[in-house]
């Protein structure tokens, strides 16, 4: 069954460490795209890839950065993590001619301690 | 991009329709409406999308205003699962520049 993975699902950190959350889908979908949702707040895009060796910056600036090296994994990396990144990370993907029809991961709660 | 207007809140009793609508006064002509959900601690979830006709899958049914300035998403019978922020949000079709911006939504409280 197609689908759309994240693993971890809860993750806690202490300060400094460097962290990967993981994103893959099996959709074989070339767009994908990383959000940050804090708890009851909006979802801000912070990075997207049109394909392999594609990485873009999103709307809001974050100090994660991405990699796509293979068209199924989206892996978002933070070098050292501060609690001011404790948030939801929610990845997603679509087709590249229908990108507003998303199919999204259950998301990452961070926190960072 | 149009701007779109949602109440943050309703509720509707479980089994009855619940209808929830957004306001897109300043649409254009090739700007589609799209419909998302979010369930609390889940991603997003698309529902449907529409351009001036009504449509209607599995999950929903949206109406949209012969003028286009208004839309409403219709759950012909809620259940407690559908218990979430609703998201409209207006866009052009398959442009590769554009990317989804999910606002504040309308917060919607299926009750027994």
Partial sequence: EADIYQTPRYLVIGTGKKITLECSQTMGHDKMYWYQQDPGMELHLIHYSYGVNSTEKGDLSSESTVSRIRTEHFPLTLESARPS????YLCASSEPDRVFEQFFGPGTRLTVL | DAKTTQPPSMDCA?????????NHSTISGNEYVY???????QGPQYIIHGLKNNETNEMASLIITEDRKSSTLILPHATLRDTAVYYCIVRV???AGNMLTFGGGTRLMVKP
């Fill in chain 1, 85 to 88: 990144h404790t948030s939801q």
């Fill in chain 2, 14 to 22: 479980e089994g009855r329709a619940a209808n929830l609508p957004c």
């Fill in chain 2, 35 to 41: 419909w998302y959900r979010q369930i609390h601690s």
């Fill in chain 2, 93 to 95: 079709k398959d442009n």
